[in-house]
Each structure stands twice: as structure tokens, then as C-alpha cells.
């Protein structure tokens, strides 16, 4: 192989191998992190989905009788509460959720292109190789 054909195949081995390890680090699926918190009574908790929708929201039967204005800033709190928690979950993920079917068929796509971009390669550079060797026939 050429030197250009190496820089080219250390390139999209990199690249390879980079879409191989975010795939294997994204151990949950999106949909199976969750984001839990309560108000410091423990009073009202919340359930957060991936995308911090809201899922669940409980209230005990205490905070039931609490006037409107404290139950919503115990509300809140627990809101907060679950979305750190979101976030200490996503720590050390990637920054964008990737379902593993998609990293696989980036990752075989990528592998795909590698083999066929130093095949091309290899043909131009053999193609350029004959025209030299030709004019130094002449």
C-alpha cells in the first residue's frame, strides 16, 4: 500500500473503530434511563422519561392536604430533583441518545466505505502508476 493509501485506511479505521466504541458504551436504550426526584419531604415525586418528559407524578396523601402555592413548590423541587438526576445518568453517555441499530448500520456503512474508498484507491494509484511508467518508455 502506498502512503496515501495508509493515511486513507488509518482514517476510517479510527472512524470505524470510533462508531464501534459509541455503540458498545451506550448500554441503555434511550427509553430505559429515568430521571427520579422528591421534594425534600418526600411528599411529591417525579418520573422523567429520557427526554425529560414528564412520566409520573405522586403525591402523598400529606401533601394532599398542603395549601396550592406549597404543593406546586414542592412540585417544583421535585421536578429539579428528577432532571439532576436525568442528568447524572446521562454523565459519561454520549451527548445525543443513538439507538444501537443505528450505530451498527452507521458502523457496517463505515466498514463498507473503507473497503471501497482504498479499492478506488488502489486502482487510481495503479492507473497513475502505468501512465508514469509509460511515459518513461517513451
Given at each position: 500500500?502506498?502512503?496515501?493509501?495508509?493515511?486513507?485506511?488509518?482514517?476510517?479505521?479510527?472512524?470505524?473503530?470510533?462508531?464501534?466504541?459509541?455503540r458498545?458504551?451506550?448500554?441503555?436504550?434511550?427509553?430505559e434511563?429515568?430521571?427520579?426526584?422528591?421534594?425534600?419531604?418526600?411528599?411529591?415525586?417525579?418520573?422523567?422519561?429520557?427526554?425529560?418528559?414528564?412520566?409520573?407524578?405522586e403525591?402523598?396523601?400529606?401533601?394532599?392536604?398542603?395549601?396550592?402555592?406549597?404543593?406546586?413548590?414542592?412540585?417544583?423541587?421535585?421536578?429539579?430533583?428528577?432532571?439532576?438526576d436525568?442528568?447524572?445518568?446521562?454523565?459519561?453517555?454520549?451527548?445525543?441518545?443513538?439507538?444501537?441499530?443505528?450505530?451498527?448500520?452507521?458502523?457496517?456503512?463505515?466498514?463498507?466505505?473503507?473497503?471501497?474508498?482504498?479499492?478506488?484507491?488502489?486502482?487510481?494509484?495503479?492507473?497513475?502508476?502505468?501512465?508514469?511508467?509509460?511515459?518513461?518508455?517513451?
Amino acid at each position: 500500500m502506498s502512503r496515501s493509501e495508509d493515511e486513507l485506511d488509518g482514517l476510517l479505521s479510527r472512524t470505524v473503530s470510533a462508531a464501534e466504541t459509541l455503540r458498545d458504551t451506550s448500554t441503555a436504550a434511550p427509553g430505559e434511563l429515568r430521571g427520579v426526584g422528591r421534594d425534600p419531604d418526600h411528599l411529591v415525586t417525579v418520573t422523567l422519561s429520557a427526554t425529560g418528559r414528564v412520566e409520573k407524578v405522586e403525591i402523598d396523601q400529606r401533601g394532599m392536604r398542603l395549601a396550592s402555592s406549597e404543593l406546586a413548590g414542592r412540585a417544583m423541587a421535585a421536578v429539579n430533583a428528577a432532571l439532576a438526576d436525568l442528568e447524572d445518568a446521562n454523565a459519561g453517555r454520549p451527548a445525543e441518545a443513538v439507538d444501537r441499530a443505528s450505530l451498527t448500520e452507521l458502523t457496517k456503512g463505515l466498514g463498507d466505505l473503507q473497503d471501497r474508498s482504498l479499492r478506488q484507491l488502489a486502482a487510481q494509484t495503479q492507473a497513475f502508476r502505468d501512465l508514469m511508467n509509460s511515459f518513461e518508455r517513451r
